[in-house]
């Protein structure tokens, strides 16, 4: 156990506290944390501040739980400061992989190697008596032992600048640090998240999908969606939700529903409220299969490019699938230069706001898991409701959640029926405030997400 100065206990515990609010951020919607090989002188305060409704401890003697014999787990496993002390973090990864599901998440605290120096003179003059960190960690080591034992970094996070409350507002400015380039790496610690990544084999079952198509006066699309639809090899189900249309687009939907039916299983609906978010959540409510993916009715991104995204997710290469527009050149007026400029612009803010890299964040077609989503959906509830579109809250907690978010580009076409529902002005200064809201809850640290 640490022996420390009644002053320097009340520092690191607070430090303690600034870490777990940070894996907190994840472990909240997680059915479990274990603490996997706590170092002796782990006093178990970081575990005790983290927010999850089941942890334990666990020493490398002991048996790891079966989280294979329960696919629906959500498990987050903690390493708190043990890769600073550890002569085989190769075998370490691997080892703990084996044990692990594609939804497991491993959170590793490491500390910084660069004052080393600090820890040995607190130990000479006696604040501290404990083991001095022996192995010299950084961020591009643990990238490539992540990649040799199977891992891919989704999430990084450095935490803990100022070790006092400073008059309230300790928490802010130490989320100010965190997001301020070059002085974030002067941090105590770093939270690092890590996805475990399983190739699937060939001969693996497919997940089953459901392809969810908000339509509003989208008459001149509705059949075109459906003669264009890939074959994706698995189970498909087809759910257009229908939007107040005024152009007959539930009337068609009802024809080509009987048209098709021998070749997709097709659902329809008509959605209680407007816009397209609230007909993706419709769409998703009534989704029967595992995995769902969203394909606006407008048909300005192919519905064959559908099965890129497919594949993707059934490889493993994420569990988050995003489209992006910006990469192939647009066809004749497919995006007007004003919408062109604000796509980039908050394709850019939310990279930096989330610390996740989006080629788009405003393209339509997004495929993930429906267990995710039910997840994500905590996460927003936490985080506030007032999307207009629905892409912000799909990709704010994917990035925060660590799903692993790679961008599949696609063309993106000029429409032949119809035309646009979006606001350019009202919606982008929503989505603005979204974005600022993100920067202070999420990048700043001060989140107001409520204890559950």
Not at 404 to 429: C, E
Request: with cysteine; charged share 25%; aromatic share 12%.
């Amino acid at each position: 156990m640490v022996t420390e100065l009644p002053f320097v206990n009340r520092w690191t515990r607070h430090f303690n506290e600034i870490i777990a609010a940070e894996i907190s951020r994840l472990t909240r919607y997680c059915d479990c944390l274990i603490q996997w090989q706590p170092l002796d002188h782990d006093n178990g305060y970081l575990l005790e501040k983290i927010n999850c409704k089941n942890k334990l401890s666990i020493n490398d003697d002991e048996h790891f739980p079966n989280i294979q014999s329960n696919q629906t787990d959500y498990c987050a496993i903690l390493l708190n400061g043990t890769l600073n002390h550890h002569m085989d973090i190769q075998t370490l990864l691997e080892r703990l992989k084996n044990n692990l599901i594609r939804s497991s998440r491993l959170l590793v605290v490491t500390y910084n190697p660069y004052l080393r120096w600090i820890y040995k003179l607190a130990n000479l003059f006696g604040i501290r008596k404990s083991p001095l960190p022996h192995t010299f960690i950084t961020y591009i080591d643990l990238r490539n032992f992540a990649r040799l034992s199977g891992f891919e970094i989704v999430r990084i996070r450095p935490c803990g600048y100022i070790p006092w409350r400073l008059f309230g507002i300790g928490s802010l400015l130490n989320g100010l640090i965190a997001a301020t380039p070059f002085f974030r790496w002067f941090s105590y610690a770093c939270v690092i998240m890590l996805r475990p990544v399983f190739r699937a084999s060939t001969e693996a079952k497919k997940p089953s999908l459901s392809v969810i198509i908000p339509a509003r006066n989208e008459l001149g699309n509705i059949e075109h969606a459906l003669k264009k639809m890939p074959d994706f090899g698995a189970d498909l189900e087809v759910i257009f939700v229908e939007g107040n249309s005024t152009d007959g687009t539930w009337d068609e939907i009802q024809r080509v529903s009987k048209v098709y039916a021998e070749r997709f299983r097709i659902k329809s609906f008509k959605q209680p409220g407007k816009g397209k978010n609230d007909a993706v959540r419709v769409g998703i409510r009534e989704a029967s299969n595992e995995v769902v993916t969203i394909l606006d009715a407008d048909l300005t991104m192919p519905p064959e490019f559908l099965k890129r995204f497919y594949d993707a997710y059934c490889l493993g290469q994420a569990d988050f699938i995003n489209g992006t527009r910006l990469v192939y050149p647009m066809e004749g007026k497919a995006m007007r230069f004003l919408n062109h400029l604000g796509n980039i612009f908050f394709a850019k803010a939310l990279s930096f706001v989330l610390e996740t890299k989006v080629g788009d964040s405003l393209c339509g077609t997004k495929l993930f898991s429906k267990k995710d989503y039910e997840r994500m959906t905590l996460w927003r509830a936490d985080f506030g409701d007032f999307d207009p579109f629905g892409d912000f809250e799909l990709i704010f907690p994917a990035a925060v959640l660590g799903l692993g978010v790679v961008d599949i580009p696609v063309p993106y076409k000029a429409r032949t029926y119809g035309s646009t529902n979006i606001s350019r002005f009202r919606d982008g200064l929503m989505l603005f405030k979204m974005t600022a809201i993100g920067f202070f809850r999420i990048t700043c640290g001060s989140s107001n997400a409520r204890n559950r």
